[in-house]
Structure formats: C-alpha cells, structure tokens
C-alpha cells in the first residue's frame, strides 16, 4: 500500500532541495550492445554486481537524509538474479523505479515486480521502426519484445498507483517518430516519456543537430494526454543540444549515482569522480564531499531526465505548471484499465 508519510517526508525534502533522486547502478552486464551506451563494454562489463546484503547497507544510509526516488538501472536490471528481493527492500524507505530493455520480461515477473514494491517501470523504444530499434539496441527482435514487456506490466499492476512508461532517448533521426511512439503508448494503455541523448561520459557521437526540437515535443504535448514529460523539461531540450547542457547542475546536491562498487558520485557520466563508498563511508562525510566537487567539477553538458526532471520541478520558472505535469506522470490510474480507459 501507499506509504502517506513517506510521500510526505519526500515533498519536505523536495522543498528543502535536499537529495530526491539516486541512480542506483546493480550491475552493468546487459544482453544488448546499444550504440548510445558504453556499459556493456570492458571495464565496466566486467565489474561486479551489488549484493542483496550490500543493497540493505546503502538503503540503511539513504534513510539518514529521508526517501528518494531510487532508479534501479545498470546495465540491463532484470539479470540481476536477486531482483525481487532488492526491490523490496527498496522500498521499505524509499520509490523504487526502473528503466530496462524488456526482453526478459514475463507476465509472472511483472507482477511479483510490483508486488515487490516497485512504483514504477519504464520500458525504452526509440525508434517506431522495429528494425532501426533493433539495429540501435543491437538485438534483432528487440523491438517486439519491448512492447510484449509494456502489455505485460500494463496487465499486471497491483495497485492504482503503479505505473508503466514507454520512454524513448530523443535524437535527431528519432525526432519524427515520437508522433507515432505515443501512439504506440496510448494502443498499450501506457503514457510516454522521453530523455535527451547524451555523449558526455566515454567516447560516444554527438547525435543531435541544432533544430528546435524543443517546440516540437511542446507540441506533441498539447496534442497528447499520454505524453506526461514536465513541460519545463522538454522546454529547454534544444537550449541543452546549443548551449552544450544546462547550466549550472545541481547533481550532488539533489541528485547522486551509487556504481556496482558502492562508489558514490554526483552522476553517472562522472563515475571517476568519487565521494567515498556508501558501504563504507559515513552518509554525511559523502554529502560534503559532493558538495565540495560539485565546486571543483564545472559540468554542464547533459539534459537528461534523472536531472533535469528534478531540476525543473526544483528549481524552474513556473513551479505549478510542473506540479501539475508531475501529478499527471505520477498519478493513480485503475490497475483494471489503461492511462485512456
């Protein structure tokens, strides 16, 4: 059931601006090979994963500032064997939330996923070509198996307050296929997301152009119920692709990345730059230390949806339009129907 308090203890630390958002890195072993990420090469694919044991260590720590959002992520999450149990423990104190590939998914690990605890899961199509989908992903069949997962949560929610997304990285040769990603959403019974692209840690391409993609997804918006993004966030999408990124960010003060090693850092393109290990380290002593990078690091270059969600609420000009494009992406919807039933 919903936890009132805790959804009250969230809203305080939101208003305080305090740390509301971690990226909790379990593993960085994944099936697919995606051009836009580098996790599934070495180093990292040969890195370990977070125990059950350890994942109750951090979440022992994380309770000291108050709940967050934790999004589960790697890697692809649904090779973690011990998944199920993460979750739970996730969120005694905390919402989990997830973004995967969905090609392990099974009506089975639907459920027991959100009976387990989990808030919410986002399912990721790019392309509303199954081939150039694939191609992307580097997994023939890739695309057909994302949208069986997305039917298959949609199906097997527990409570009204769970909620399944198809989210798609925006590009510049993806930009015209998000008219038809909604309404590939709006047929799953499922509303949409987006996150920008960015090339900012390892050696990745540039894969965006100067064109005002920002007025374009506004109105997608307007023209889409399913399409539940913050308006302030994909408002400034194309300043992000012409400035470089957003200046300045605000990751270690209200938005931290834990790796596979228990290695904190303000995000996850700075995974060098550590603030101490939260299996190891004091909670407090990390806080300063991120702060103190923070002053050091001048790191605009990225616009993506952990940060720039939470910014916008946090810290965007118009505060109650973004409450109210937060309430529509998180809001109850009848487990017995879709977003539009």
């Known amino acids: 059931m919903v936890d009132l308090s805790k959804k009250i203890r969230f809203a305080w630390s939101v208003l305080r601006r305090k740390i509301v958002h971690v990226n909790l890195q379990l593993l960085y072993t994944c099936n697919f090979k995606c051009r836009i990420c580098d996790f599934w090469k070495e180093p990292y694919s040969e890195m370990p994963s977070l125990s059950v044991e350890q994942v109750k260590v951090i979440t022992e720590k994380l309770a000291r500032i108050g709940p967050q959002v934790i999004s589960i992520g790697g890697g692809e999450p649904l090779l973690h064997k011990n998944l199920l149990e993460i979750v739970r423990i996730l969120s005694k104190n905390n919402f989990p939330v997830m973004i995967c590939n969905g090609w392990f998914m099974?009506?089975?690990?639907?459920?027991?996923?959100?009976?387990?605890?989990?808030?919410?899961?986002?399912?990721?199509?790019?392309?509303?070509?199954?081939?150039?989908?694939?191609?992307?992903?580097?997994?023939?069949?890739?695309?057909?198996?994302?949208?069986?997962?997305?039917?298959?949560?949609?199906?097997?929610?527990?409570?009204?307050?769970?909620?399944?997304?198809?989210?798609?990285?925006?590009?510049?040769?993806?930009?015209?296929?998000?008219?038809?990603?909604?309404?590939?959403?709006?047929?799953?019974?499922?509303?949409?997301?987006?996150?920008?692209?960015?090339?900012?840690?390892?050696?990745?391409?540039?894969?965006?152009?100067?064109?005002?993609i920002s007025s374009r997804l506004l109105e997608l918006k307007a023209k889409y119920p399913e399409f539940v993004a913050l308006r302030g966030y994909i408002g400034r999408f194309s300043e992000a692709i012409n400035n470089g990124g957003i200046d300045p960010c605000y990751a270690g003060k209200n938005l931290i990345n834990i790796g596979t090693t228990g290695n904190v850092s303000f995000c996850i393109d700075n995974l060098e730059a550590s603030a101490g290990n939260i299996l190891t380290d004091d909670i407090r002593v990390i806080q300063k230390n991120l702060i103190q990078q923070r002053g050091k690091i001048a790191c605009k270059g990225c616009w993506t949806s952990c940060r720039g969600s939470i910014e916008t609420l946090m810290y965007g000009k118009n505060k109650l339009k973004s409450f109210l494009d937060y309430y529509e992406m998180t809001k109850d919807v009848a487990v017995e129907g879709g977003y539009c039933k």
Do not use: C, W
């Open 106 to 212: 099974t009506p089975e690990l639907a459920k027991a996923l959100f009976q387990a605890g989990m808030y919410e899961v986002s399912i990721s199509i790019d392309y509303a070509s199954p081939a150039k989908h694939d191609e992307q992903r580097g997994m023939k069949g890739a695309f057909v198996r994302a949208v069986e997962a997305l039917r298959m949560l949609q199906e097997n929610r527990v409570y009204p307050h769970q909620r399944v997304h198809l989210i798609s990285v925006v590009m510049e040769d993806n930009i015209d296929e998000i008219d038809s990603l909604i309404k590939l959403s709006r047929e799953l019974g499922v509303t949409y997301l987006v996150t920008l692209y960015s090339d900012n840690r390892g050696r990745k391409h540039g894969m965006h152009s100067n064109s005002d």
